[in-house]
């Protein structure tokens, strides 16, 4: 039972240029999350899925785009990176009103 | 609308010293609350969670009550070590399924050997 894994862990890009971060669960959880860390903040939810087939708007969802694939999957897309997308992305899931698990990380680096 | 507010840090301690960090919240209902560590390079784990009023989460000698009078969330232990030096997160999920997980801005814990 892995949880909830992310790909790449590391990735740096060139202004402009555009990349899709990946995420799955295994635990069969309806709801799934993007969020983003900046150094020595909070989380801020960029996109969730409260269910496969929908997505929503979260607080700074304004240069990315998201997929939910199935139930399983939930991509995060950056079209053309900037340098203010610098930051470490976690993806979540949950069920109903249970707490959030959440993957590792990816640490982007846009110069 | 929703909100939790904790205390802000650095919080530093020595080794064997007794932590609390304080965590209130605003929200309508019962909500569930739960308190989240993150390690140095490393994603948000749960650590513990209440669902109702007067339940005490635990786990890792680490405890929280929910105390509906006060609207509060304190997550205490009573000896720290230095492994436990990370940043905690309070956080709260309204009574419906719908709502989202509001999480509070993080207490980063220092302990000195």
């Known amino acids: 039972n892995a949880g909830v894994t992310q790909t790449p862990k590391f990735q740096v890009l060139k202004t402009g240029q555009s990349m899709t971060l990946q995420c799955a669960q295994d635990?069969?959880?309806?709801?799934m999350y993007w969020y983003r860390q900046d150094p020595g903040m909070g989380l801020r939810l960029i996109y969730y899925?409260?269910?496969?087939?929908?997505?929503d708007k979260g607080e700074v969802p304004n240069g990315y785009n998201v997929s939910r694939l199935n139930k399983r999957e939930f991509s995060l897309r950056l079209e053309s990176a900037a340098p203010s997308q610098t930051s470490v992305y976690f993806c979540?899931?949950?069920?109903?009103?249970?707490?959030?698990?959440f993957g590792p990380g990816t640490r982007l680096t846009v110069t | 609308g929703n909100s939790v507010t904790q205390m802000e840090g650095p919080v530093t301690l020595s080794e064997e010293a007794f932590l609390t960090i304080n965590c209130t919240y605003t929200?309508?209902?019962?909500?569930?609350l739960f308190w989240y560590v993150q390690y140095p390079g490393e994603g948000l784990q749960l650590l513990l969670k209440a669902t109702k009023a007067d339940d005490k989460g635990s786990n890792k000698g680490f405890e929280a009550t929910y105390r509906k009078e006060t609207t509060s969330f304190h997550l205490e232990k009573g000896s720290v070590q230095v492994s436990d030096s990370a940043v905690y997160f309070c956080a709260l999920r309204g009574y419906s399924s719908a709502s989202k997980i509001i999480f509070g801005s993080g207490t980063r814990l220092s302990i000195r050997p």
């Open positions: 899925s409260a269910s496969e087939g929908t997505t």
């Open positions: 635990m069969n959880h309806n709801s």
């Open positions: 929200a309508t209902g019962y909500p569930s």
């Open positions: 979540a899931s949950s069920e109903g009103a249970a707490a959030e698990y």
